[in-house]
C-alpha cells in the first residue's frame, strides 16, 4: 500500500495524517506499507520511468509529481495507492482480485484517489506513456493540473481505454480488464470520494491540499451556474449596446464633420458653374 507525502506542499507536517494511516495499517498488517517523498519519489523515477523524468521534475505543482509518481508506483509494483486523507473502514483484501479498480468520480469520470492495480498493468502503460505530451502550460494551475496528470487526464485516458477493449479488433483478457468501485446492484454513487464523505469502505477527509484560488473560483462558478451564467449573458448585452452606440455616433459625427460639409458645398459650386454655362455659353 503506497501513500504519497511531498514536503513542498502546503501542509508542513504528516501528523494530521496520523489517524488515516494508522486506520489502514491495522487493517492490513500482513501488507507492506510505504511513504513516498520528494527524495525517494525522484530517484525512482529516474531509475525506472527515464522517458518521464524530465517532465516529473519540471512540473510546477507537488500534486502533478503525486499523480505521476502514484501510476508508476503502481505500474512497477501493483497494490494499493491511497490519498493521505484516507481512512480505511474496511480489509481491502477480497478486491485484490480484481486487475484494475478505482472509484468513480462526480459528476462523471473516475477518481485517482483510491487505485488498485496489478503490477503492468496496460491500462497503466496507456496511461503513463502519454505524459510527456500533455506536459502543458496553463494560466490556471488547477486546470493545468487536471488536465496534464489529474483525474481529467486519467479520466481521459480511462475512456480511451475502454474503447480500445470495446473495438472488437482483439479480444481482452480478464487481466486487461478495468473496474469502477460498485455496490453488487452496480451502483457507483456511495463509493464515490467526492470531498469530505464517508463511504462503505473509506473516509475520505476532503483536503484538496493542492486547491488555490482558481479551483476555489470553479467551485464557486459552479455552485452558482446560473446567476454566473446571467452575469455573462448580461455583460454580452451591454458590450453589445456600448459598441452598437460607439458606431452610430462615429458615423453621425463623420456625417457632420466639415470635411463632409465641404465636400457637399464643393458640389453644389460645380453644379452651379455647370448651370452658368449653359445659360450663358453663348456670349463666353
Known sequence: MSRIYLREGRNSSLDRYSGA????????????????????????????????????????????????????LLDHFGGVYLDLDVSCLQPL??????P??????????VNNAFILARPH???????LEEVPRRDMKWPMPYVENMLSTGCMYFTNRWMSYVRWLKDGSKSATSDE???????????????????????????????????????????????????????VGLGMGMSITIVWKLMRRNNNAER?????????????????????????????
Not at 93 to 98: A, S, W, Y
Not at 100 to 109: C, D, E, H, I, V
Not at 209 to 230: E, M, P, Q, R, T
Request: glycine residues 8%; hydrophobic residues 40%.
Open 177 to 231: 480488464q478495468v473496474y469502477v468501485l460498485a455496490d453488487t446492484d452496480g451502483n457507483i454513487d456511495r463509493h464515490m470520494l467526492r470531498g469530505k464523505v464517508t463511504t462503505p469502505l473509506f473516509a475520505h477527509g476532503g483536503a484538496s491540499s493542492w486547491h488555490g484560488w482558481d479551483a476555489a473560483a470553479i467551485v464557486l462558478i459552479g455552485k452558482h451556474y446560473c446567476i454566473f451564467l446571467a452575469l
Open 93 to 98: 483484501d477480497e478486491l485484490r482480485r480484481l
Open 256 to 284: 457632420q464633420s466639415p470635411f463632409a460639409r465641404s465636400r457637399g458645398s464643393h458640389g453644389s459650386i460645380e453644379k452651379l458653374d455647370d448651370e452658368e454655362k449653359l445659360l450663358f455659353g453663348k456670349d463666353g
Open 21 to 72: 494511516l494508522a486506520s489502514c495499517q491495522d487493517l492490513h498488517v500482513d501488507w507492506s506499507h510505504m511513504l513516498w517523498t520528494d527524495d525517494n519519489g525522484t530517484a525512482f523515477i529516474r531509475e525506472h520511468y527515464p522517458a518521464i523524468a524530465p517532465h516529473y521534475e519540471h512540473y510546477a505543482q507537488s500534486i502533478q509529481r503525486a499523480n505521476i509518481l502514484r501510476y508508476a
Open 121 to 127: 498493468h496496460p491500462f497503466l502503460k496507456h496511461l
Open 100 to 109: 484494475f479498480l478505482t472509484p468513480g468520480a462526480y459528476p462523471a469520470g
